[in-house]
């Protein structure tokens, strides 16, 4: 397996505009996290899903934060209207409960800078 | 709820000295317990994993972690560190049968000086 993917790899954009930040969990994972990391604040938990379904929401900053998982192998974090205080780096990871347990896999993170 | 305590931000080492990274943490309930290593511009890596059975647990490059239920610890420890160890630790914990999700330390920077 390629492990977690994420994309971009890095993303400038002006203060206002969308930002989509996309992610490919491992096959057969059940659980999708998606984390900030800044150095202020270390590694926030944002939102994580179990079986494409939102389970626990409360660490997304604000209404401009939305999160979706169609299917078991996408999901999305939207950031609309970005500001400069987005700026960090957006980890997604994913891992496998049950039988064949897993810890938490990593992608490569998007760095997003909001200028 | 749950919560990870690592009380070093950062922590120089001459090489080839021994090393220990604290993490401490609080939960209701039973939990598994990780280390994670983080080099600059990269995803974690998971360094070393307690899930159950024997409470010392060993990474293939030498660290290796005891899980202590009374003090509620899962300290890092590494008798000779080299440089290439120099990267930054995070400490996770996460429900065993909860919810599975992982909540992080605040990490711990290691440099290793030649």
């Known amino acids: 397996d390629a492990g977690v993917i994420q994309s971009p790899r890095h993303e400038v954009t002006e203060m206002g505009q969308e930002v989509t930040l996309r992610c490919k969990p491992i096959s057969g994972h059940d659980y999708l996290f998606w984390y900030r990391q800044t150095m202020m604040r270390g590694l926030e938990l944002l939102i994580y899903?179990?079986?494409?379904?939102?389970?626990?929401d409360s660490g997304m900053p604000e209404d401009r934060f939305s999160a979706k998982m169609p299917n078991a192998s996408f999901s999305t974090l939207k950031i609309q209207p970005s500001e400069p205080r987005d700026s960090a780096v957006y980890f997604c990871?994913?891992?496998?409960?049950?039988?064949?347990?897993?810890?938490?896999?990593f992608g490569q993170g998007t760095r997003l800078t909001v200028v | 709820a749950q919560s990870v305590t690592q009380l070093d931000s950062q922590v120089p080492v001459f090489e080839e000295a021994p090393v220990e990274l604290r993490c401490n943490y609080s939960s209701s309930v039973s939990v598994y317990l990780f280390w994670y290593v983080q080099y600059p511009n990269q995803g974690l890596q998971l360094l070393l994993k307690y899930l159950s059975g024997s409470t010392l647990v060993k990474s293939i490059n030498g660290f290796e972690a005891e899980f202590n239920k009374s003090q509620t610890s899962f300290h890092l420890r590494k008798p000779s560190v080299h440089i290439s160890d120099t990267a930054e630790y995070f400490c996770a914990v996460s429900e065993r049968g909860g919810t599975y999700k992982y909540i992080f330390g605040t990490g711990t920077r290691l440099k290793v000086l030649a």
């Open positions: 899903f179990n079986n494409n379904v939102p389970i626990d």
């Open positions: 990871a994913s891992s496998k409960t049950g039988t064949g347990f897993t810890e938490a896999f």
